[in-house]
């Protein structure tokens, strides 16, 4: 998938943008506080309904102004499909594809897949297991059709089982209502995420190999609850316990992803620089993943990429962003340093865009800054 136009109105300081993106990278610089950010936030807008930034729309919605909006033309498999985005501050929403009001989040985020690699990519490490269980699902779900309906139900069933949890007295029978139908929702859950988490745990670790050595990584898929157990003994163990605390302890909203150095885990044991190179590996190791499953690329989105990285690790980033081949967007202060690491690769089609005071220019990259 490629973003072949954009338009942004209205959205943080961006009054009105209009590009053309390069359909492989594009590198927008700017000085802090000129905009960038907020040109990465309305692409993920544009294909999530929301920032990366925040959950909240209000804040992204230009001071003085009702609404933003950001409209897309994507290209996907030779056909093209305009995507639009509207937000306003009294709560309403709408999203487009293809002319046509979508349904949910979900099926907007079918059409366009983004990953992020920005600061905050190293809670994937550091953060809850929410985070990591995140990442494993944008996989499945861009790859698995059935997984979403699935993985709502789980969500539905845990809803009702905690209520039903949380009265004076219970109702054993409506329980084992629910239980069974979590039952059979979790059990093909884990199958989808541990299917997924094989295919990604050989790419992530091959790939990681190639970009750092670090001795003893290993990424393990614990998938909510006892592995020597089923479920259904899970639950039946620990019904006092969810019922004294009004809630469901192990199940799949409890899956995670180990990654750990040597037994230990890597937030813990790892450099801030190495996590890094971890937390890349991830995130593209996922799109290769996605890209050799369905034949599709993702688009990348990168945060201030010379801020994250030393020039080393940034090369062999670009290495790997050059072979996967889709389309980029990478932001950075400096044009010089941002501009360095693709020099000598004149074969890849790039556009340069400088970023001032919410407005964008393309530039020529060959010219200096001083000329523009
Ligand atoms: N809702 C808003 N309305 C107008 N300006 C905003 C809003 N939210 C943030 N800004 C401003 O937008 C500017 C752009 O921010 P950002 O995209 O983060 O810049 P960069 O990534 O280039 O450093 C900042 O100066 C910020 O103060
Ligand atoms: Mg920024």
Request: aromatic fraction near 8%; glycine fraction near 6%; charged fraction near 25%.
């Amino acid at each position: 998938m490629t973003l072949k136009r954009l338009s942004i109105q209205n959205l943080r300081n961006l009054q009105a943008v209009d590009l053309e993106p390069s359909p492989r990278i594009n590198l927008l610089y700017g000085e802090n506080g000129s905009g960038k950010t907020s040109v990465l936030e309305a692409i993920h807008s544009l294909a999530l309904g929301r920032s990366f930034r925040s959950h909240k729309h209000k804040p992204l919605i230009r001071h003085g102004q009702e609404a933003f909006t950001v409209f897309g033309r994507v290209s996907s498999r030779g056909a093209d499909i305009p995507l639009g985005v509207h937000r306003q501050k009294d709560g309403q929403s709408s999203f487009k594809a293809n002319g046509i009001q979508v349904s949910s989040i979900a099926e907007l985020a079918s059409y366009l897949p983004v990953q992020v690699i920005n600061s905050d990519s190293f809670q994937l490490l550091e953060g809850s297991p929410k985070v990591r269980r995140q990442f494993i699902d944008w996989l499945v779900f861009h790859v698995e059709p059935q997984f979403f309906g699935v993985w709502k139900g789980a969500q539905r069933c845990l809803k009702h089982r905690n209520a039903l949890l949380r009265r004076d007295r219970i109702d054993r029978s409506e329980l084992a209502v629910w239980d069974r139908e979590l039952l059979t929702l979790s059990e093909a859950l884990h199958q989808y995420r541990s299917q997924s988490v094989a295919q990604f745990r050989a790419v992530f670790l091959e790939l990681l190999e190639s970009f750092v050595r670090i001795p003893g990584v290993e990424l393990n898929y614990f998938r909510g609850w006892d592995r020597e157990r089923s479920y259904e003994e899970v639950l039946k163990a620990n019904f006092e316990k969810d019922f004294q605390q009004g809630y469901t302890h192990s199940g799949c909203h409890r899956a995670d992803l180990r990654i750990t150095v040597n037994g230990q885990p890597a937030g813990e044991v790892l450099s801030r620089g190495q996590q890094k190179l971890v937390v890349c590996a991830l995130k593209v190791s996922q799109a290769y993943v996605f890209a050799n499953t369905t034949g599709n690329r993702c688009v990348y989105l990168v945060d201030d990429l010379p801020a994250e990285l030393d020039q080393h690790h940034r090369a062999r980033l670009v290495d790997w962003l050059e072979k996967l081949g889709g389309q980029v967007f990478i932001t950075g202060v400096e044009r010089e340093a941002l501009l360095a690491d693709w020099l000598d690769r004149p074969h890849l089609a790039r556009k340069v865009f400088h970023v001032e005071q919410g407005e964008l220019k393309a530039v020529d990259e060959t010219s200096s800054a001083a000329n523009e």
